[in-house]
């Protein structure tokens, strides 16, 4: 009985998603055409975004014009490396990762997630094992309460069904209201802007102790927040930390370097 109930309800969600399909056809987030279901991408959209692949910088992942080795890192970090230990990204921020990231952040199409966690952890497959410990980028509770989810927590999530690997949603607080960082041009100001805006929850510090962290965001341009981030937990005895993002900004696009 009970099984024939569950399968009651699977069957009455299958029909409401057809119906609520027929009403408002599936689109694909970069293209606007129309695809088989929510969160898929039309061929023009996937031809559309450009997935980074090796060859790329060993420490932030930024993709190289040649093969230099996996262990070369680019000209900034040996200049001025980052706090934390690597990066990598799924695709790089063009128009059509712009289309994406922002149908996820500020038009609540969660249903990308999915997906989307799916690029990540395919990026991330050097980074990210079952001992990992994912941790989302956190919003200020205004913000959070403003955008009712953090999309950050969003992907980590669907990192970790892919990959097995625990996720720590609130182990890190941000404790003072920033601008965004997309409204703030040069590098030096990114930082001023998030410098001490981080610290760990006492309640996960010693889940924290120890552990190799993956930090979890959308988008990385800078490094300045993933480094403020990664300070806090290696302050607090995280072993490695680790970014791991959607997209990332590629100055003068991608394979420039």
């Known amino acids: 009985m009970r099984?024939?109930?569950f399968?009651?309800?699977?069957?009455?969600g299958n029909i409401g998603q057809a119906t609520l399909n027929?009403?408002?056809p599936p689109q694909c987030p970069v293209t606007g055409e129309a695809v088989a279901a929510p969160g898929k991408l039309g061929p023009a959209g996937w031809a559309a975004l450009h997935f980074i692949e090796k060859p790329f910088c060993g420490r932030c992942g930024v993709p190289f014009a040649a093969e230099y080795g996996d262990s070369v890192e680019c000209p900034s970090c040996i200049a001025e490396p980052p706090v934390f230990d690597r990066a990598r990204a799924a695709i790089s921020y063009n128009e059509a990762a712009r289309k994406v990231v922002s149908g996820l952040k500020f038009s609540d199409r969660m249903e990308y997630a999915g997906?989307?966690?799916?690029?990540m952890a395919r990026a991330g497959a050097g980074?990210?094992?079952?001992?990992?410990?994912?941790m989302p980028v956190p919003l200020h509770w205004r913000r959070l309460m403003a955008r009712r989810f953090n999309q950050s927590a969003l992907l980590a999530r669907s990192v970790g069904e892919v990959s097995g690997s625990k996720v720590l949603l609130r182990?890190?607080?941000r404790t003072r209201a920033t601008p965004p960082q997309k409204e703030?041009?040069?590098?030096?100001?990114?930082?001023?802007n998030v410098a001490g805006a981080f610290a760990v929850d006492e309640k996960y510090r010693a889940a924290i102790k120890g552990a190799h962290i993956v930090l979890?965001?959308?988008?990385?341009t800078s490094g300045a927040t993933a480094s403020a981030c990664a300070r806090v937990l290696k302050r607090a005895e995280a072993s490695q930390v680790d970014v791991l993002v959607l997209a990332r900004v590629v100055k003068g696009g991608a394979g420039a370097i």
């Open 3 to 5: 099984a024939q109930f």
């Open 7 to 12: 399968q009651n309800i699977g069957a009455a």
């Open 22 to 24: 027929l009403l408002m």
């Open 115 to 119: 997906m989307l966690g799916g690029w």
């Open 127 to 134: 980074l990210v094992t079952r001992e990992t410990l994912l």
């Open 171 to 173: 182990g890190l607080k």
């Open 184 to 192: 703030i041009p040069s590098v030096d100001a990114r930082r001023r």
């Open 216 to 220: 979890v965001d959308d988008v990385l």
